[in-house]
């Protein structure tokens, strides 16, 4: 069973606007959440992450929103550049394993 | 800190043969996970250590598949009789246990395994 979804494979946005990217979970004891960034023939690489006692997490022009009763997040990226297209992967955890459930990616492209 | 090393980057073996990856974390983390990826899809868990004792392991680890990190310091993925479905990235990650749940993972570029 797929605890971690992404279900938008792609997306492509306008270099400036924003970037939306969402993820949804089903285990209600997920509390850590993180998003990572991939580029091709390399590994993921971190990007940003939320605990559960927080809504929102902000670092540059990169936040996180996190929506515990609809068990939802969503990754915002502002202005959005070329240079962020990559396959983002959100991945869940709870405090208690240590270890990082991945949701499929979904692979942005920014145009110039 | 160089960050977390997997060698080799690509191994294509044939059908039924052995392969070892070898995964060298960053020094000071006491945590190492292995993952597989597919195409298209993320990265699945598969196993994970704490220092030298092997903590976890997935159900999609069959009994061909051993993994081990002696002293706490390198690790090694075996795999024994590969399959076809075997083909995959594999990819190996680090932490320190404070700081896994904040920070995630490093995670190495991988090792491709391809099997004919």
């Known amino acids: 069973d797929q605890q971690v979804k992404q279900n938008s494979p792609s997306l492509s946005v306008q270099e400036g606007r924003i970037s939306i990217l969402n993820c949804d979970y089903t285990?209600?004891?997920?509390?850590?959440f993180l998003w990572y960034k991939k580029y091709p023939a390399e590994g993921p690489t971190f990007l940003i992450s939320?605990?559960?006692?927080?809504d929102k997490n902000e670092d540059g022009r990169f936040t996180v929103f996190l929506n515990k009763s609809a068990k939802h997040l969503s990754l915002h990226i502002v202005p959005s550049q070329p240079g962020d297209s990559a396959v983002y992967f959100c991945a869940a955890s709870d405090s208690g394993t240590y270890k990082y459930i991945f949701g499929t990616g979904t692979r942005l492209k920014v145009l110039a | 800190d160089t960050g977390v090393s997997q060698n080799p980057r690509h191994k294509i073996t044939k059908r039924g043969q052995n392969v070892t990856f070898r995964c060298d974390p960053i020094?000071?983390?006491?945590?190492l996970y292995w993952y597989r990826q597919t195409l298209g899809q993320g990265p699945e868990f598969l196993t994970y250590?704490?220092?030298?004792?092997?903590?976890?392991k997935s159900r999609l680890l069959s009994d061909r598949f051993s993994a081990e990190r002696p002293k706490g310091s390198f690790s090694t993925l075996e795999i024994q009789r590969t399959e076809q479905g075997d083909s995959a990235m594999y990819l190996c990650?680090?932490?320190?246990?404070?700081?896994?749940?904040?920070?995630?993972?490093?995670f190495g570029s991988g090792t491709r395994l391809t099997v004919v």
């Open positions: 939320i605990s559960s006692i927080k």
């Open positions: 285990n209600s004891m997920f509390d850590y």
């Open positions: 990650a680090s932490s320190s246990t404070q700081k896994t749940l904040r920070y995630g993972y490093t």
């Open positions: 250590f704490q220092n030298e004792a092997q903590l976890e």
């Open positions: 020094s000071e983390h006491n945590r």
